[in-house]
């Protein structure tokens, strides 16, 4: 397989500038227009206290998850819970993440493998 030749700071720029100064105005003329797709489910509505949607917020932030994702993953387990439920959505496991302290990981340090 031959070498490609890497091109310079200055070749890149100039190729950039190059393919900037065309008129593209054709191609994005025959561009589609891509509508977002609805949702495959009605929304629905439900009323809950404000500590407990409080305390939803702060578990779906921890979580680093949107309040109705929580929701419906907590629903799920319920579901799978009483149910008995094999098949389905898997129930995701919470991911444990590291805290950052000004700008340093703290939690247990990794384990290397020692040389023999």
Known sequence: MPRVKRMTHAESIAEGERILAKDHSEAIASGESVRPKPYPTSPISLRLSAPLLESLERLAIKQHRKRAG???????EYVFAHEGVT????????KKT????????????KTRALKA
């Open 70 to 76: 929580l929701i419906q993953h907590i629903l799920w």
């Open 87 to 94: 098949t389905g959505p898997k129930a995701s496991k919470t």
């Open 98 to 109: 590291a805290v950052h302290t000004n700008g340093k990981k703290v939690g247990r340090p």
